[in-house]
């Protein structure tokens, strides 16, 4: 079982539509959570960084952490076109760690 | 302008080759990644520096070998290339005083015929 479990889509939306990507993990010992976002031919961007359970909310973008579930989201609120992408999720157990455990991406198309 | 940047960022090479990617940043970090991304497979880490004299093996070295020639450079050579090293390769940095975020460049396709 890998430690980061992401389902890799492809995810089509209407342009307005509100999204909802998804990972979850094995590891209870994680606990700082990013969210990705890459565009093609393009290295993954930092879109989201959060600590621990709760919410956080940048613009359109909500990223949402139950680590009593193992369980992150990412929702975004009235996707665009320019929005679509692939997302990736990661994860560490702390700041300071070796290395990111990465989900294996979510390809995201908004249709306008 | 780009804090990482890759060279080259296409290259197409034969089996048995000798091969290096180049890493550049200026970001000021310290810490320094090289991973590849397989459809299907995500990002696997080949190798990482925390700095100059630390080089560490990742999940899937066999077949690299990596140099961190100062703070700002770290090179990936693929000693004989194979056709299953065909694949995007990406480096990143941190700071290790960092909250662990990583930034990456913007990657180099590799191809082995």
Known sequence: QKEVEQDPGPLSVPEGAIVSLNCTYSNSAFQYFMWYRQYSRKGPELLMYTYSSGNKEDGRFTAQVDKSSKYISLFIRDSQPSDSATYLCAMSERAGANNLFFGTGTRLTVIP | ?113
């Open chain 2, 1 to 113: 302008d780009a804090d990482v940047t890759q060279t080259p960022r296409n290259r197409i090479t034969k089996t048995g080759k000798r091969i290096m990617l180049e890493c550049s940043q200026t970001k000021g970090h310290d810490r320094m990644y090289w991973y590849r991304q397989d459809p299907g497979l995500g990002l696997r880490l080949i190798y990482y520096s925390f700095d100059v004299k630390d080089i560490n093996k990742g999940e899937i070295s066999d077949g690299y070998s990596v140099s961190r020639q100062a703070q700002a450079k770290f090179s990936l050579s693929l000693e004989s290339a194979i056709p299953n090293q065909t694949a995007l390769y990406f480096c990143a940095t941190s700071l290790t005083s960092g909250r662990g975020e990583q930034y990456f460049g913007p990657g180099t396709r590799l191809t082995v015929t």
